[in-house]
């Protein structure tokens, strides 16, 4: 077996014994999901509210896996010495970013698999047009969030990244447009949300896969400035041990 | 030393005046010695003496600020890529997650050699078998140590270093991990090992590098270092003493081996150890501390330790023995 085989077996085992981690990646979106399209509360733009809950869900999901399931799990490995102890072995940077980079694409296809596939029992349609475009978000989204999980993760005590991680997670679920679409939110609020990477996510999710609707440029730059930017500043202040 | 595979006896780590600083603070300070093949050698000395900055010097963790260190022959930092294949390191703690378990955590590290040893071997080698499927959270702290030696061995390492391997190990475990120094000093295996515990080093040392503060006080093997303080006196007197009146009362050379500490150059037998009490009576001092310097390592220590207290800060004993 490759050393990076070997981590990937590893971190799967870890990741599916520790429930903790499930029921942000898995069980937050889905009753976001279901609630909010079953129930009419929130103030959505589509006639039916899966229709825009559905697409701002998958946002959701990816900021639950990419920031905080990796940002805390990276946070107390680091703490406990894991990573410093993986610095003497042989499997090497290179290959601890592809095995963690692996875990979370594989969690989030399961994320969105699921997602998508209890959506459609709600009775979601979204033009198949869309999905290039979204698919092409989420894979934006992902460089931001995990930039800005494993900046905190390796910078911050451990448990000031789960606190943190999970501060700023529902700071961005409330004003991502997660929930509640931005327009709904006071002007100077949606004005700053449209800046960080949540809102951005969810308006391209959301405008590529609401039919009729259309991605503000805005979006994609956000996205993309967070992209890289989240990713360089991990890479340039990430502390091992 | 090469970079090649070493044979018993060949230098396997060569530290020669390293520098390891902190801002200000000289954590390691131009330290010298050498580690052998199929040895163990023991890095002893008082907490904060520089022992962990200089072992993760070593390990690649650390930069040098001066001097240089050879593992196998190769830079620890710059050469870490390849180091990490040969290099057996143990962590003074931690360095495993607590959910994991030790099959699981060796069987990943398994994976990242080539030619590992057998796990199932390994777990049983160590006394852990009965726990290869317990999380490592609920391990006593001695089976975590066991468990993260196991983790250093699983490569077939030509080097081990091991921070502090027997901190927390109850005393059967203790055992384990002596005779398993002991198979891997016959398999031709550099150890280096730190410890803060006299007993330990005695024990399982092939070859003593002592340090305190930074600098290494001492280097040899068991024998070289124990041998000369054999028959000698010594004892600890604070106020003004004349060497000179006292070595012609005792028939004796005297030196004064430290801040208030002294050393007499011949056997500690009772009859003079009764004369330089009467002696120091006589003059209106008191003696702290008469001890007779015999072969064990702890009296070479201690005494090493207090000839190096040039600053007469006293942390040398605890107490009067």
Partial sequence: MSPYASQVR?????????????????????????????????PVPTADAVDYVAPATLALAVMSTAMV????????????GVLKRL?????GTTRWV????????????????????????????????????????????????AGLGLLLAGTLPGLATLAITNGLYL????????????????????????LLPAAA????????????????GWAWITLAVWATAGPLAAARWFRWS | MTSGTPSSGDVVIEVTDLMIRYGDIVAVDTASFVAHAGEVTVLLGPNGAGKTSLVEHLEGYRPASGG????????????????????????????????????????????????????DDLLGGLGLAHCATTTVRRLSGGERQRLSLALALIGRPEVLLLDE??????????EQVRSTLESLRCDGVGVLLTTHDLDEAERVADRVVVIDRGRIAAEGSLAEITSHSDNSLQFRCHGSLDVTALAAALGAVVRASGQHSYTIDAPADPDRIARLTSWLAEEGLTATEIRASGTRLEDVYRTLIVTHDHDGTDRSTGGAS
């Fill in chain 1, 87 to 91: 610095g003497a072995s042989p499997l």
């Fill in chain 2, 165 to 174: 391997p027997t901190a927390g190990v109850d005393l059967e475990g203790r």
């Fill in chain 2, 68 to 119: 240089q260190a050879r593992v196998l022959g190769l830079d620890p930092v710059r050469d870490h890529g390849t180091l990490v294949q040969r290099v057996g390191i143990m962590l003074q703690d931690g360095g495993i997650q607590p959910a994991i378990r030790p099959q699981e955590v060796l069987r990943q590290y398994a994976g990242f050699f080539p030619n590992p040893l057998d796990v």
């Fill in chain 1, 98 to 145: 592809a095995a963690k980079t692996t875990l979370v694409v594989l969690t989030e296809v399961v994320q969105v698999a699921v997602l998508v596939a209890v959506a459609f029992g709600l009775g979601w349609r979204p033009p198949v047009t869309g999905w290039p475009e979204a698919i092409g978000g989420l894979a934006l989204g992902t460089l931001a969030f």
């Fill in chain 1, 69 to 80: 399931s990796l940002g805390i799990g990276t946070g107390f490995e680091r703490q406990y």
């Fill in chain 1, 201 to 216: 996510l969810v308006e391209v999710t959301t405008g590529s896969l609401v039919a009729g609707g259309e991605v503000g």
């Fill in chain 1, 10 to 42: 590893t971190e799967l085992a870890l990741a599916t014994r520790q429930s903790e981690q499930l029921l942000v990646s898995l069980g937050i979106p889905l009753l976001v999901l279901v609630f909010f399209s079953l129930v009419d509360v929130v």
């Fill in chain 1, 171 to 194: 700071v961005l679920l409330l004003t991502g447009g997660m929930i509640v679409p931005i327009d709904d939110l006071p002007s100077w609020l949606a004005n700053i949300a449209r």
